[in-house]
């Protein structure tokens, strides 16, 4: 009993600590001491990258807040890449004014689609605004997943704060979590904040990719996303490869500005949207970050278990004390993530269930059988890897 109690409460305890306190996309940005020296807003020019794979039910949302922020933005290209598409997003994209459509090519082996779509996003952009490797050291680029949605100025606070701080910035949008399957994502997006360890002083090891805002110059000094086509989790990479270089890499949360539903189209596509991801990004992650957070996980499910003895008949009113503690722990932290329902929390071993089995499925499908299913495509990782080394060899 005694030993439950302490297990729970350094659990409660480590999850203060590993989430942290995750800085906030905000419109009063602040110059930074360190910071590269960068052009004036009015001569920066910036380009939109939007991957987009059957992406017919969001991506006008989008495109029409880009384009309704055009003037304030002062920007300049807004770059849809469609992904072969089976479904109405090269038409929605078209029939916006200003938008540029590109067809991504047929996918190279050894290539993730998204990698793919990103670079050849940004080889228009060079087209468009006429500029070779060694220009443009000004231009922004800002890659944006199509179920993205930036309030009025979003665009100028993250560009502007790219320009600040320098290197890679990435945005965690708040997530929408609309219908209820959706919130079993609650427990996925708290665990991938502190796993990533945003809320730290630190640097952190990886990055969201719903948005992501670099200059032109760092992009090619890194490789952009040619050097992460084989990985996965390619915003995790991406990130790796800009501190590899010794640039910054910097996370805000999207709140108020920027939010998206990340799985609004069933269950299938959030199981397989979280499979996808979470397996490569625990193996990114810092040991302690990770032992903390298993532990966190661990005291949850305790927690539950104690509960269940309380209603049994052994010391409700305590398991019933720490079982809500909980609770309003994950009350506040989900608060902070996205826009979850008020009994998300209170039913949390529904979603701690859920966790778990995806987490063993990405295991699974990660390290044993090596490939993975996204977007009505079969991710091969070992056919991926066998390209990689070959390409080194």
Known sequence: MTATVVFCVTGW??????????RVLAADIEPVAHAPAAATPAGLQRAIIIPARNEAGSLGGLLMD?????AATRTPLIIVVDDHSTDQTASIANAVDGVVVVGAPDLPIGWTGKSWACWNGVAAAQRLLGLTTDEGGDLQLVFIDADVRMAPGALDVVTGQQRNIGGLLSVQPHHLAVRPYEQLSALFNVI?????GAGHSSPPTGAFGPVLATTFADYQRVGGHQSVRTDVAEDVALAQRYQDAGLT??????????N?????KGVRGLLEGWTKNFCAGALSTRYPTLAATVLWVTALGSATLGLVDGIAGQSLLLHAGIYMAFVAQLAVLLHRVGRFRWWTSVLYPVGLVTFFGVFVRSTWRTLVRRSTRWSGRTIDLTQRAAAFESELT
């Open 13 to 22: 305890v480590l999850g203060w600590v590993v989430f942290g306190r995750p």
């Open 66 to 70: 880009l384009t309704a922020d055009r």
């Open 192 to 196: 991938a904040i502190m796993g990533v």
């Open 249 to 258: 890499v910097n996370i805000r949360l999207g709140a108020d500005l920027i």
């Open 260 to 264: 998206f539903r990340m799985y609004p």
